[in-house]
């Protein structure tokens, strides 16, 4: 079971920037993929970016796109997310996850391995 490590979040307020970090403990196959998930009270968990490891493509939920990315660390096996102009809708625990995912990559099913969470909250 791959164990992950994630820091950042907090407190901010609307427009603001943060960063989220997750390192895996290992890459278990050549389909490996990380993402990012959240889960805001009384909603379902969404998928806000993924990558495919062994490709580098990158998924973003639309509600993200054009102010969040995701990017890696090949050698520390650590994904990033740097949210910038955030909202208060983004408000929400974040979580991250990995999975042997390959070109399903941005489907949240294909993720087996999950973070405690993150909470980031945004204040208006």
């Known amino acids: 079971q791959v164990q992950l490590v994630e820091s950042g979040g907090g407190l901010v307020q609307a427009g603001d920037s943060l960063r989220l970090s997750c390192a895996a403990s290992a890459r278990t196959s050549s389909a490996f993929a990380m993402g990012w998930f959240r889960q805001a009270p009384g909603k379902e968990r969404e998928i806000v970016a993924a990558?495919?490891?062994?490709?580098?493509?990158?998924y973003y939920a639309d509600s993200v796109k054009g102010r969040f990315t995701i990017s890696r660390d090949n050698a520390k096996i650590t994904v990033y997310l740097q949210m910038n102009s955030l909202k208060p809708e983004d408000t929400a625990v974040y979580y991250c996850?990995?999975?042997?995912?390959?070109?399903?990559?941005?489907?949240?099913?294909?993720?087996?391995?999950w973070g405690q969470g993150l909470q980031v909250t945004v204040s208006s």
């Open positions: 990558i495919r490891w062994r490709t580098g493509s990158t």
């Open positions: 996850a990995t999975g042997n995912s390959g070109a399903y990559y941005y489907q949240s099913s294909t993720y087996d391995a």
